[in-house]
């Protein structure tokens, strides 16, 4: 039986979350509900708690489609976030000893190294994780960046919807979803549906960006380097990303009004 009173509070807080680890901040139990509640409602109409989402928006005065919106936003915004994770990139567990993670550079080099007919972009961005993880002040820098920006979602991510070791070139983030409704049931938010093929456009324009700033270590050496400036100064990374999901939201809101 699913419960109207969980799904109204966690719908409140994923409209007011400022950013997207102070969803995940709670025991686990609330963490992963969360969690399945964002998935959930990126479903829209086909979404379990549509009637949730709708009471919801009439309480803060905005369409269903706002709300899903916002789920579709934070949902794309932690599937870039783990793109970018240099333990992803390299295909290993979060946080592995340095023996681990020198063994599988070396696996990765010797099977991606352009000179045994490799892929060039794949080594490049395993070459960028590497020369960052094996080095003992940048990898703390890293490793306390990644247990706040990615530590609190992927302790309730489904194993299946992130398997370690992904793809290293660059892809489109996917909104994991639950198995298919029937096949009479409506489709899913267009705007949803946009603001998921604008995603993919800019992923894959970092490639080009990446071979442009590739003497600073490409657009994820540049990014890494500002998060850990950033983390210099307590707080104030994650008050720039509230920020950034808030412009999302208001942008999104801002085109809607004028279509």
């Keep these: ?87 992803r990139i390299l295909g290993i567990a979060p946080l592995s000893p340095g023996d681990v993670i020198r063994q599988r550079w070396l696996e990765v080099a010797r099977t991606t190294h352009p000179d045994v007919g490799g892929d060039g972009v794949r080594f490049r961005q395993a070459k960028q994780a590497y020369e960052i993880l094996r080095d003992p002040v940048r ?49 899913p938010s267009q705007t949803a549906a946009t603001l998921l093929g604008d995603a993919a456009r800019l992923l894959q324009a970092r490639e080009a960006l990446d071979q442009r700033f590739e003497h600073h270590g490409g657009i994820g050496g540049l990014l890494f380097r500002l998060e850990t400036a950033l983390a210099a100064v307590d707080g104030l990374a994650v008050t720039l990303a509230s920020w950034r999901d808030q412009l999302a939201a208001v942008a999104e809101l801002k085109r809607r009004l004028d279509a």
Aim: aromatic share 8%.
């Design 139 to 187: 990898r703390a820098d890293y490793e306390r960046f990644w247990l706040r920006a990615l530590g609190p979602f992927e302790r309730v991510v489904p194993a299946d919807a992130a398997p370690v070791g992904p793809p290293l070139e660059p892809a489109a983030p996917e909104v994991p979803e639950r198995p298919a409704p029937p096949a009479a049931a409506p489709p």
């Design 1 to 87: 039986m699913r419960n109207r009173r969980l799904a109204l509070e966690g719908l409140a807080k994923i409209l007011d979350a400022g950013a997207i680890e102070e969803l995940f901040i709670g025991p686990d139990d609330e963490a992963a509900f969360l969690y399945e509640l964002l998935v959930d409602t990126a479903r829209a109409r086909r979404s379990y708690y549509y009637s949730e989402i709708c009471r919801t928006a009439r309480r803060r005065g905005v369409t269903p489609d706002y709300v899903v919106d916002r789920a579709v936003v934070l949902l794309g915004a932690m599937a870039e976030r783990r793109r970018m994770d240099l333990y």
